[in-house]
């Protein structure tokens, strides 16, 4: 992930922002909140959501150690949250004000190119996971999303990976039915690939994941 603040020094960065914790499960603001900062991750991982019309709730992304999330909120015309931000785990961020970020801006114009890359980056992934969402199997949109886990909690050639999450969140992720999950996962465990046990997924390295859509 592009990383927004690769230009500006650390001390500048931290002189304008503040440091926030959060517990896990915790919610760092809900969608159509007031938009008055930014978050750049420095501890954890948290999760995006977002409300279906069907009032199923679905994660549209996850942010890991030096990403940031609230971004569309303090550069667009209308600075409301577009999504709910939960923390998946103990998790720390550096906040930045709206109003400090513009200054940033000004006087750093790396970050307004970096700004630009990672919101194309954004856009491919989503362009990726219609694309997924129309022509892949839930079954298979739930292995592919169960790798991309893989790589976020470790190296899966490497050895077992632990994923520290329950099932209704793969759902989320991969935009399908906790019941699709389980058959598909439980699937996978027959096969001996993953193993299964209360909140949390263990992935080996004899997992193969189907190949996922791209546009």
């Given at each position: 992930?592009?990383?927004v603040f690769a230009a500006v020094p650390e001390q500048e960065l931290r002189a304008v922002g503040r440091r926030r ?195």
């Open positions: 992930m592009t990383d914790t959060f517990d896990r499960g915790e919610v760092v603001f809900h969608r159509d909140d007031p938009g008055d900062s930014l978050h750049r991750v420095e501890r954890g991982r948290f999760a995006a959501r977002i409300m279906t019309p069907l009032g199923d709730t679905a994660t549209v992304s996850l942010h890991l150690p030096g990403d940031v999330f609230g971004l569309l909120a303090v550069i667009g015309a209308a600075p409301r949250r577009t999504a709910t931000i939960v923390a998946l785990e103990p998790a720390e961020t550096l906040a930045i004000p709206a109003s400090a970020f513009n200054r940033l801006r000004a006087t750093h114009p790396e970050i307004r190119d970096a700004v630009e890359q990672l919101l194309v980056a954004q856009l491919a992934e989503t362009s990726n996971r219609l694309v997924e969402a129309l022509y892949l199997p839930a079954a298979s949109r739930v292995l592919v999303r169960l790798a991309d886990l893989a790589r976020v909690y470790g190296d899966p050639a490497a050895g077992d990976v632990v994923i520290p999450l329950n099932q209704e969140h793969l759902a989320g992720l991969a935009g399908t039915t906790r019941e699709t999950v389980n058959r598909a996962l439980k699937q996978e465990e027959e096969r001996g690939t993953i193993e299964l046990a209360r909140n949390r997924i263990v992935v080996t390295p004899r997992f193969s994941p189907p190949r996922r859509a791209t546009t």
